[in-house]
């Protein structure tokens, strides 16, 4: 099993920027897929970036543009940048992972971060 630890979160003012990191463990072959997810009170659970077996990064609609993904293949962490925050990206952000390729996205994952609470206020 893999093991998360993210960081990086805490409160800034709209318009502002974060960028959170994920450290993964226990795993290090190339084909482990890691991926970024946002859960807000009263929604489901949002798979917001990640990255595909082609390298090429996959955003949701709601963070397209703002937000960019990145992982170090040599230390095995995963960044989520993000700039022009906006106070509806206020949430848990978790950090996935699985020891398989993903070919789609989102995916499913079956290890999980402890989570990281973003705010972002008005």
């Known amino acids: 099993e893999v093991h998360l630890v993210e960081s990086g979160g805490g409160s800034v003012q709209a318009g502002g920027s974060l960028r959170l990191s994920c450290e993964a463990s226990g795993y290090t072959s190339s084909s482990l897929c890691m991926g970024w997810f946002r859960q807000v009170p009263g929604k489901e659970r949002e798979g917001i970036a990640g990255?595909?077996?082609?390298?090429?990064?996959r955003y949701s609609d709601s963070v397209k543009g703002r937000f960019t993904i990145s992982k170090d293949n040599a230390k095995n962490i995963l960044y989520l940048q993000m700039n022009s925050l906006k106070p509806e990206d206020t949430g848990m952000y978790y950090c996935a992972a699985r020891t398989t390729e993903c070919l789609v996205w989102p995916s499913s994952f079956n290890s999980w971060g402890q989570g990281t609470q973003v705010t972002v206020s008005s």
């Open positions: 990255i595909l077996r082609d390298g090429i990064p």
